[in-house]
Each structure stands twice: as structure tokens, then as C-alpha cells.
């Protein structure tokens, strides 16, 4: 939508004597600089692709959730207008593109659910139930209006990610997940991030078939590769014009067996299949951009992306009373044990928390209470799960 466009359709919408909320969809092209043209114009805008039951397409949601707090996007303009991430895929659904049902249950796990459910609110998304309401269990409705997670989704200020954490797998990864970091290239780590960022350029086309971005370790200078394959026709509904089936291209790891870089996932490889997620075109600014995402691919060495590849990821919030609230999510197939210094939390909570009888720690599942004299905060999460904890002092 042009802005001028959009600016007509915002006086209309003031002449109408009854409120209406305004969203637009820019889609995967939008960045927190396109925001700041928009967000005091409209309610909410969506910022990803679409969100379906697979926890493929939950994944990404961290790193474009976590660029726009970056940026100070969480609460909009005046607080008038919100980053949406998509709909909730809970409960009774149809697939994508059918136009009947809905005729199955959600694929994601209940603790999947409930991980997706705490980083919409932790995020301040619009909170938009994409499930027939009809046909609503017990777990799902408890969930969707936990009193706790609408008030961290209504009531809350300062939500960012938090990245002073430490992790550690206690048990083996899902070997059936069919899905392999690509971690040992050289000691470098792939990683997505919006286009904005300065660690997204670099990549070239060495030759007609391989697509290759240089990097330095220890002093040397090195190249990273990958192979151009057969553009596969997609099966999620993304239709491309001749002139951009030539632009883009699927990619593949030289001398491995892992199948297609797949965006959906930090990105990783995954079998090679008819999905926009393994969809990427290699722009005029040296960015390698995946065509569903929107989000471009980054490298670093091992040790700057040793805390995008350990699958534990962290948010903190505080309450309209002063309230810190603290989630804990564990993006990997294998349970891990979460853990931050108490130390670490004050410095972004702006104050003491472990004094004693007067600051309360409560795991909010649970409604268990932890001591915060200890001197950290931690839990074993399972995969892909998420644990919130409530601070009162």
C-alpha cells in the first residue's frame, strides 16, 4: 500500500462514527525503518509471513520479534501501534489454501503452544485467535486468556530480549527432527537477521552456481559457499514470475548431505523441498535474502554466534506495579537447563532484587516460589518449551 493511499483510507475510516481498527499487511519487506513511516497511521502491522501450526514457522518469530524491540517498536507510536506477528494457530484448522473445515487440530505440541503464547505477549503482539472458536478445549481457552499473559501483553513496558544467560542440554537431541545447525564450517555460524543489518551483506556470486561470502579467522582470510539447485515450484501458495524464477534459487551445502538452506530455522539445512522457506535471491546490496522471511543471512564466527546456536533465548518485561517478568525459552530439540544471575536481571530491572523478604520469585505454571538469595534464576525447559517467572519486591 503507497503511503498517499494509505493516508486516504485513514480519513475516511476518522468520518465514520464508530471506531475501527486499522491493520495493514506490508508483509516480510518490512524493517523498523519502514515502521517509522507508518506506525502513526495504522493500529497494528504485520511484520512476518504467515504463521502456521509448525514450529518451523514459530522460529523466526524470535529474531524479527527481537530486531523490532531493538528498535523500540514493541509499543509503537504513543503506544497506538503494534508490531503484529500473525495470527495464534490453536485448536481446530483448516491447511493453507483450502477453503472449507476446519477438519483437523493443531500440529503444534501444547508446549509449543504455550512458548508461541508467551513470546506474542512478551512481544506485545496483537493477540488474534486463528482456531475455530467453536470448537475450543479446556487448555486452549485456559490459555489464551491467562490472566497473567494478557496482563504482560497489555500492561507492560521496556520487553526485550535479555541475553545475559547461560544454557546446557540435559538430554539427547531428537535425532528424527531431520534438521542440522550449520555450525562447523571454518568455526563460522549462519544466522538471520533484518536486512538493516550490517552483518547481512557480503554474500557474491563466485561462478554461475555457487553463491559465497568471505570471513576471517584467526588473521586468514576464507570463503563460505554454497551451491545454486533447481528452483522448485512452491506448494505454500508463492507464485514467481519467469523473471523471478530466475533471480531466485534454492541452496545447497558443498560436500554435504543436509539438503537446502532452510530460513524457517537460524537458518539451518533441511531436506530440499516445494516451500518458499528454502526460497533465496541474492540482492543488489551483497544480501542473501530469503524470499518468505524477508529476513537476510548472516555470518560470524563461532564464538560471536555461540548464543544464536544454543537454542536458549530469554525476555524480560516490566509490570505497570513494577513487576520484572522473566521467560525463559528453549528453542532446541533437547531439554536444556536456563539459568541467569540475579546481578545481571537488576541491572536491567534498575533495581535490588535479592533482598531478603522483600522481593518475591514465582515460576508462574507452577505458582512455586524461588529464592533470588541464591543469586540466580533457573529451570530445566523442555524442547521447544518456555518458563515465565514473576518478580513482586
Known sequence: MRMNTLLRSLQTLKEL???????ISPGTEVTPALAENITQHVDMYRITGDDWDSWK???PHFDVARSFADANKITGLRGRSWPDLDMLPFGRLTDAGVNQGPHRSTNLTFDEQLTQMVLWSMAKSPLMYGGDLRHLNDDTFDLITHPTLL???????NNMEF??????RTSERNEHSGRSDLTNNGGTVLGLATCNDKNTGGWHSSSKDHICRGFGIQNDNASFCMSKAKLLPTSDGVTMSGVEDQAKFH????????GCLDASVSPMFSTCEQHSKQVWELTENGQLKSSYSGLCATMKSSKEGESETTGARAWTATGDKGEIYLAFFNLDTASRKI???????????GQKLARKHLCTCTEVWSGK?????KGDISEVVSAHGSILFEIQC
Open 57 to 59: 514457522d514459530v522460529r
Open 17 to 23: 462514527e464508530r471506531p475501527v481498527i486499522l491493520s
Open 163 to 168: 541475553g545475559y544467560i547461560h544454557s546446557e
Open 339 to 349: 539459568a541467569v544471575r540475579v546481578p545481571d536481571l537488576e541491572k536491567v530491572a
Open 251 to 258: 541452496l545447497v551445502g558443498i560436500d554435504t548431505n543436509d
Open 151 to 157: 496482563k504482560i501483553n497489555h500492561h507492560t513496558k
Open 369 to 373: 516460589s524461588r529464592s533470588l538469595m
